[in-house]
């Protein structure tokens, strides 16, 4: 029989799940305020793998595509040990908030530190408890800021693991992304760990486009690391991109979209068009290289320097 896994101090044995709650401290009103975990630890020998949602409090998608993920799954069946963590920014979701309540941002808060601020206190518990036992991990995420994302995997496609994990994945794209300092893929991917950031939806929504999109994508990397038999069918190849920029609008007024998410779209062609509240155009804004429509805002309102259309430039 496969050994406990143990964590915090709660035992959980082979083929079976366990919520536990790891103690960040304590609410200003005096309740104790804890970090909820679920620990699938399956029956068979495997890799451990982590999920996490919610790093920015305000974004949903992926709650929700951990709900779905830990709903199909049998630890009695499963092949080494799933730990789900929903909702990491527990201090943002329960605000709607993005940030912390002193404003950081936990995604550019790690590894953290036991004595630093809140969110590097957040950030240390996650990278101790979950993080460092963990061979691969996906943390999912959203568009900010009234952006919608397509279904899309961001890592470090140079290294040939984190391809393959974002070609098993399945997303309509895998853009190439540095990792950047302070986020959780950088802290784990130093830890040693094949990461990769899943993007789709907009903040404070559920999509279901994106939700589909993850949640098939997260147990088609479980089956390519031979945790679990079966998953959803692939939709066909991942498009690669190495390169994506925003087109912002040039003038300020209210923008009417041209193009949709996934688009393909020529050099020059149409995104959108700018006009005043008579109806008179007072602007267009055109792809300046050939890619896929990737994000888009979803607010018809822009200022001049506004980011409007995030366009990936395809390398196959
Ligand atoms: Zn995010």
């Known amino acids: ?17 366990t919520t536990l709650e790891l103690p960040i401290g304590r609410l200003m009103s005096g309740g104790p305020m804890a970090l909820p975990v679920l620990v699938l630890h399956g029956r068979n ?13 305000d974004e949903l998608c992926g709650v929700e595509i951990i709900r779905r993920v830990i709903g199909s799954l049998d630890p009695r069946t499963l092949s080494g ?17 993005r940030n912390l309540p002193d404003r950081r941002d936990l995604n550019r808060s790690f590894p953290g530190s036991p004595r630093g601020s809140l969110a590097a206190r957040i950030a240390h518990l996650m990278m101790t408890e979950v993080v460092n036992r ?30 393959e994990m974002a070609e098993r994945f399945g ?4 853009l190439n992304a540095r990792t950047r300092d302070g986020s959780l893929r950088a802290a784990a991917t130093r830890s040693g760990a094949t990461v990769l950031l899943f993007e789709g939806g907009e903040a404070d929504r559920f999509d279901e486009a994106a939700i589909d999109a993850g949640t098939a994508g997260v147990l088609r990397v479980m089956q390519g690391a031979s945790m679990i038999s079966s998953a959803p069918e692939g939709p066909g190849r991942t498009r690669l991109s190495w390169s994506s920029g925003w087109v912002r609008a040039g003038r300020s007024g209210i923008a009417h979209m041209e193009v949709g998410l996934g688009d393909i779209v020529d050099k020059r062609q149409v995104l959108a068009t700018v006009h005043d509240p008579f109806g008179k155009r007072v602007g267009t804004l ?12 979803q607010r018809p309102l822009v200022n001049r320097g506004d980011a409007v259309a995030h366009i990936a430039e395809l390398s196959d």
């Not at 995997?153 to 040939?160: A, K, P, S």
């Open 45 to 57: 020998d495997g890799p451990t793998m982590w999920l996490s949602a919610a790093v920015h409090g």
């Open 286 to 297: 055109r792809a300046r290289v050939p890619g896929m429509v990737i994000g888009l805002t």
């Open 81 to 97: 040990t799933l730990i789900a963590v929903p909702v990491l920014n527990v201090y943002g979701f329960n605000t709607g908030d």
């Open 171 to 174: 997303a309509p794209l895998s």
């Open 134 to 163: 963990c061979s691969l991990g996906i943390d999912l995420h959203t568009g900010s800021d009234h952006r919608a994302n397509l279904p899309q995997i961001r890592g470090d496609l140079e290294d040939r693991e984190t391809l």
């Open 1 to 17: 029989m496969r050994q406990r896994f143990e964590m915090a101090g709660v035992s959980v044995p082979a083929g079976r799940r």
